[in-house]
């Protein structure tokens, strides 16, 4: 069997997949963070532009993709699926194991599928700037290569763990015209509120988001843009999982297990979804969904399904999620684009009715197996997406110990090229596994608001 499974670029997808359309009972609407009432389409406007919103509440099961959008896309995609032939010799394994692999695009992660639409969204309006967090710099570096390309303004306000862990991440977004800096930082009310309190703290997304709103919602020219959570970007992120269903059927492949890491789901929902819907149709009823989050931050295996703002500071509107607290924060782990409180409503939603599984893992159990992956594939890949490996690999031992030949797909969402001194932390047995106290999870969680 091929090794490698490409698509012709006329093959790119035309629609992305709305699972909204498809849900068994429809989405929690998001609340306003004030009157604690649903939103409507005019409460975003000063952030967002009016296509993003639309495509935010839509129930329709699939949206065009405008020919702009696709012929950028084309720079890189569609991505190549892998047979993994040397990962399933090195565990002598009877499963077949197949990766969808997002780190050949230009800032080297999945990102940019729903960056150039929100970019070129944003252009459409008028809009001259953009505002946004990032965790461990893939969201950041890809908007900034998006902004680019429409000639327009990027702030990225980074996370400030990982701006120190991940210093060229910082230099490709300054490369492609972005001005970064570290969050909390002294340019919002909210990063001096939070430097106020706790000068030395790693920071979070929570923070960063809370700092990157307020700058939208005070410059009339600049937009705010985020790369995970919300469902318009894992709507664009479908394109990943319908890619991927279109390379199978070109090698006679039915997908039995679907793994992705999930930070605040993008990645995840990218690949899944798709896949979900055949779940959700009785075309592949039994295929298995899979959410691996880190042990230091575990919305999904230990967290509440409840209304929480999507930032520290309450700027956000209240999403029904699976939520750690939106203060939380958590330790300055090497994932830092898996450091995030809550979790998307969809993914939290589809979780929530049983039609995705989770499981949480350690820093060094996920660096061992992006090593394993390494030395027989070939990629270094992202700490984040090290952590879909670690379960993949956990599942084709389970494969070896019954006998049975399952066929695992899994997203290799980036690579690990601007993350060696993770690798080097690791080598040098300096990673430290952190699982987060339920007694500080409960702590956070009476911080809840209250939603009638």
Request: with cysteine; aromatic share 8%.
């Amino acid at each position: 069997m091929d090794t490698k499974i490409i698509l012709d670029e006329n093959e790119l997808p035309k629609k992305w997949y709305n699972i909204q359309a498809d849900l068994k009972t429809p989405l929690e609407p998001p609340m306003h963070p004030q009157t604690k009432k649903p939103l409507c389409s005019a409460d975003l406007e000063p952030i967002f532009p009016k296509e993003l919103i639309k495509q935010e509440m839509s129930q329709e099961r699939y949206i065009d993709i405008p020919s702009e959008i696709r012929d950028i896309l084309t720079l890189w995609r569609p991505s190549p699926l892998f047979r993994a032939h040397r990962l399933e010799k090195l565990l002598k394994t009877p499963a077949k194991i197949f990766y969808k692999y997002e780190g050949v695009s230009p800032p080297g992660s999945h990102k940019p599928n729903t960056a150039i639409a929100q970019a070129y969204y944003n252009m459409k309006e008028g809009i001259e700037r953009i505002a946004t967090e990032t965790g461990a710099g893939q969201w950041g570096s890809s908007l900034a290569f998006a902004t680019q390309l429409f000639d327009m303004e990027c702030k990225v306000y980074m996370v400030r763990g990982s701006y120190d862990q991940k210093p060229y991440r910082k230099m490709m977004m300054q490369t492609w015209g972005a001005s970064c800096v570290p969050s909390p930082s002294p340019d919002t009310n909210a990063g001096r509120t939070i430097l106020e309190k706790n000068p030395d703290t790693p920071g979070s997304l929570g923070i960063a988001i809370s700092e990157a709103v307020e700058d939208a919602a005070t410059h009339s020219n600049t937009n705010y843009s985020l790369g995970s959570v919300l469902n318009h970007v894992c709507l664009h992120q479908t394109i990943i999982g319908l890619e991927t269903q279109k390379q199978l059927e070109m090698v006679d492949e039915t997908a039995d297990v679907v793994i992705a890491s999930a930070g605040g789901g993008s990645n995840c929902a990218g690949i899944c979804f798709p896949f979900i819907k055949d779940k959700i149709d009785g075309k592949n009823p039994d295929i298995e969904i899979l959410a691996v989050e880190p042990s230091a931050c575990p919305s999904l295996t230990k967290g509440l399904y409840a209304y929480d703002f999507g930032d520290v500071a309450g700027l956000t509107p209240l999403l029904k999620m699976f939520t750690l607290g939106h203060d939380f924060i958590p330790p300055s782990i090497h994932a830092g684009g898996l450091r995030y409180h809550g979790m998307a409503p969809l993914i939290s939603k589809l979780h929530a009715d049983n039609l995705i599984s989770s499981t949480s893992v350690y820093q060094n159990e996920v660096f061992e197996a992006a090593v394993m992956f390494a030395r027989s594939e070939g990629i270094i890949p992202a700490p984040e997406s090290a952590h879909a490996i670690r379960a993949v690999i956990d599942k084709a031992i389970e494969c070896k110990k019954s006998g049975e030949s399952k066929t695992i797909i899994f997203n290799n969402s980036g690579h690990g090229h601007f993350d060696l001194s993770s690798y080097e932390a690791y080598f040098s047995g300096s990673l430290v596994d952190y699982e987060y106290p339920a007694d500080l999870i409960a702590e956070s969680l009476k911080n809840l608001p209250i939603v009638a």
